[in-house]
């Protein structure tokens, strides 16, 4: 397991304050009230470690197919229904949204190896990533992929906690499936629509690894 680069300057300002405040507390606190200095280590200490525990990338062997689509992201399927594309595509998709907690891993991943048509961030509100219109209203940032002349959409959604969307492709770059995409900070979704054709493999509240778990077949 390895630490994301997005999250190098924010573990070490957090290390700062964790140092900075568990000093305090052993100078001013721990002589009247040790059991108050310790419970302020642990609970520090275990706010650390989530948050290093945040930006983890475990080592996987990604799943490589050029008729399927791998989920994008970790977490839970939330919704799998028939939209009406808001974003370069004109037409109805299949829309499967997956739901990051801030317990999972947030490197988001390329679905499928191919050309990137479009990329474009918006800004946007905070809802929470559940919210009906969080995939349309919060801020976000859309891609679209190419991959043997069929076409898929991804969004990056940010939620009432994820303050931060990072996405690394541009239009005109060609990525491979499995290879990073982006991260979001502290926790929201990611949406896919795909054609109507596409044959779903996952089910609602199903739990999926990003680059791993194949989401459909077209």
């Known amino acids: 397991m390895t630490i994301h680069?997005?999250?190098?300057?924010?573990i070490a300002w957090a290390t700062i304050?964790?140092?900075v405040i568990n000093i305090i507390s052993f100078y001013f606190i721990s002589f009247w009230s040790p059991a108050l200095s310790w419970i302020i280590f642990i609970g520090s200490f275990v706010l650390l470690i989530f948050l290093i525990s945040f930006f983890r990338?475990?080592?996987r062997n990604l799943f490589s197919g050029e008729d399927s689509v791998v989920a994008p992201a970790d977490g839970k399927v939330v919704a799998i229904e028939e939209v009406e594309a808001d974003e370069y595509f004109l037409d109805r998709r299949i829309q499967v949204s997956i739901f990051m907690s801030?317990?999972?891993v947030h490197v988001n991943r390329n679905p499928v190896s191919g050309d990137v048509m479009y990329s474009e961030y918006h800004k946007g509100k905070y809802l929470v990533a559940w919210h009906p219109k969080s995939s349309t209203e919060n801020e976000r940032h859309t891609v679209v992929y190419k991959s043997n002349g069929k076409e898929l959409l991804t969004k990056q959604i940010a939620g009432a906690l994820a303050k931060r969307i990072?996405?690394?492709v541009q239009a005109g770059q060609q990525v491979k499936q499995g290879d990073e995409m982006g991260f979001i900070k502290f926790g929201s979704r990611v949406d896919v629509l795909l054609p109507l054709n596409a044959k779903i493999k996952v089910k609602i509240n199903e739990m999926v690894r990003g680059g791993i778990t194949v989401i459909a077949t077209w």
């Open 102 to 104: 801030p317990l999972n």
């Open 57 to 59: 990338i475990p080592k």
């Open 17 to 19: 304050l964790f140092g």
């Open 166 to 168: 990072v996405n690394y």
């Open 5 to 10: 680069k997005e999250g190098y300057k924010t």
